[in-house]
């Protein structure tokens, strides 16, 4: 489900059934890595709505959590924190941490909800039909990740 009207009257009736939150993680920069931060962000934002249809009625896809590349780690992990806590209160099991900023994976062993990194592909230059495949491929393996963390109890 996504985090529009509609759908969280859908999620209010369901509650009980929908124990997964993912949040992507959106690295927002002014600097000389600028683009790669764009890159980043649309490629992590084009793959949580495929993520999303694939999954519809098992788990809600948080707006982005954008954040600053150069906030510190306190301040990132402290804000991340907020978030993990507040969804754990609310009942969700599993909390996806959806990302293509390879800094996440140094501090993984410090956050509670599940880190799933995939590198970034260069989307800007490429045709629709190619990149919605390219989505596809990715949200693919993706699937089995969920399935075995969901097995797991992750």
Do not use: C
């Amino acid at each position: 489900m996504k985090w529009i009207s509609q759908d969280i009257d859908m999620f209010l009736k369901e509650k009980q059934y929908v124990d997964t939150a993912v949040l992507p993680l959106l690295p927002v920069s002014f600097g000389d890595d600028i683009k790669q931060s764009v890159a980043m962000t649309e490629f992590i934002s084009l793959l949580s709505v495929q993520l999303e249809r694939q999954f519809r009625g098992r788990l809600i896809m948080l707006p982005g959590y954008a954040y600053l590349k150069s906030s510190g780690e306190d301040s990132l992990l402290s804000g991340l924190g907020q978030w993990e806590t507040e969804l754990r209160s609310q009942g969700f099991k599993h909390i996806f941490l959806l990302t293509s900023d390879s800094m996440w994976k140094t501090l993984e062993d410090r956050l509670e909800g599940g880190l799933i990194w995939l590198p970034s592909l260069p989307l800007e230059h490429m045709d629709e039909n190619y990149r919605n495949s390219i989505l596809d491929d990715q949200v693919k393996q993706l699937l089995n990740v969920f399935v075995q963390k969901w097995q797991n109890g992750e």
